[in-house]
């Protein structure tokens, strides 16, 4: 922790969700000496990859992406080198969050099975309670010279030892969150000049939470923060399939939702319905075909079905983060169009799904310099190909019995007999029932842009609301990203770096909408981010934690090619900058010399 932020100490930071985004924001806010609460709802941390029930990850199931882009910049994964590179499964990406909250405290700091009622703002400018929850460090609070307002002094955390001189007239914000503290760790200069709208003093939260206790007994709990966190997620509500009322009343098995899918011991020997064409849906469509009768897939739209590892000038690499992670092919494709973009990874992607457009079980058809979709599934394609998954590219319509009824673009009624269990992947919306409609309209929550149901500043922050932060609330963040909006958001409620203003994060959110207002199916981006790797980057420049390129390149010119050409790594944002780590290097070049190998995992 540094020192020098000794008055944020009192500060409260309530974080709403322990997941991976909730778990690194919690850790991020304890660092900066501010106190922590995580709330959980469930009763066990790590979001989608808990080992609970409330966990949506099933039994062995693997990462896309490889160990180096699933973990946070400061925490080693605990596996030998002759495993690397790997592919997390949920049993071991549950293991490094548990291990990751015990060793930073997090877990100390947790609430689980509570559940948020409501979280609403109040501005102590309309209210006379002249020390209600007031942090202030000053030490002589005798000469405060207070006009026109009883509660000037609210959260005023100016570690002053002179006080003689405090004057706030007619106002609160002579000295919001103006801490002046000179972070002399990594040289990080970052003065707070007085207009950090989003780290407002006079704006607190009221959250109404409720514990569920051993005997399911409920107690409500009403607690004032001076930050909130959001961390929920993308998937925490289910969709139904759009004749879900007639599967309720006709269906004679049972409809499973992609959330509650843990292991194929249920579906052994039976003919089993996967409704859905992405990622959830080809993945266990494959992880069950093994041990059913048969898997009918009803995939109405085909997209590149990629293995995690692909053969590359002789290296088995992985084949996200060599495509979206390496610096060189990024920032070079930021040159080119759209078309010439999206020509570009038709080709890669092709490359990587052996040949998709060719293969008649799967063949990919799209024109080429439109916006490709893409998953990853190293068995989907052979277990086509063994017959052991069928696909059904038709709408379903109606059912019954176990008879399914679906039908063509044409009116042509396609049928399938005997199907015992229909396991539903249409996704997850967001879901954010504790605000009420006065913030969910400052935030744009707009569940009918499900790629982006709400607006933001770097996905981050809202220009219309102080005093809080949204990680991880777009499609789709890994662990680097959440913990590189995490510090953003956090070092600048704690003064340590300073907010764009108001104006420049409204120009961003333009930009944002745009991405927004491509919600044709299919036509839309997949993920949010054109870039996740330009978004870490562009955040981590602004808490100067982004070395210099130029300069690295030449005082270190090994490092250098590493982080430009070939290895994307989040301990690369604890070189320099706040709270940055000695040993960052050496851990960077040790995954390097373990990254491209030629053996498969």
Known sequence: MIDNFENKKKKKVAVIGAGPSGIVSAKTAIECGFEVVLFEKNDNIGGVWSIGESGKAWENMKTHISYVSMSYSDFEWDVSNER???HPTKEEMFKYLVDYSKHFKVLENTRLNT???SISQINNNNNN?????????????????????NNNNNNN??????NNNNNNNNNNNNNNNNNNNNNNNNNNNNNNNNNNNHSNNNNQWLIISK????????????EIYDFVIICTGMYNKKRDIDINDKLKKKFNGKVWSSGEFKNPEPFIEKNVLVVGGFSSAIEIASAIAEKTKMVY????????????????DGDNVPAADYCFQKRSRVYEGEKKSKEETNKMNDRFFNLASENQRENSLFKYNKPENETHYHIFSDNFLKMLQQEKIKLIENSLIDCNGNEMIFKDSNGNIETIDNVDEIINCVGYDVDLPFFDDEIKTKISLDLKTPHLPIVLYKHTLSPNLDNIAFIGMYRTPGLPEMEIQARFAIYGFAGITQFPTKETMLEDIKIIEKVRDLNEKHNRPQFVLESSLHFCDDLAKQIGALPDFNKLKENDPQLYNIIWNNLFHPSFYRIIGPFSNSNSRNILLNDYNNYFIKKNN
């Open 84 to 86: 690397k590179p790997f």
């Open 115 to 117: 559940a948020i009622i």
């Open 129 to 149: 309670n002249n020390n209600n929850n007031n942090n202030n460090n000053n030490n002589n609070n005798n000469n405060n010279n207070n006009n026109s307002n």
């Open 157 to 162: 955390n100016n570690n002053n030892n002179n």
């Open 211 to 222: 514990k569920i206790n051993e005997k399911g007994e409920c107690e409500a709990v009403e």
């Open 297 to 312: 897939l009803n995939c109405r739209n085909k997209i590149y079905v990629l293995k995690r590892r692909f053969p590359l």
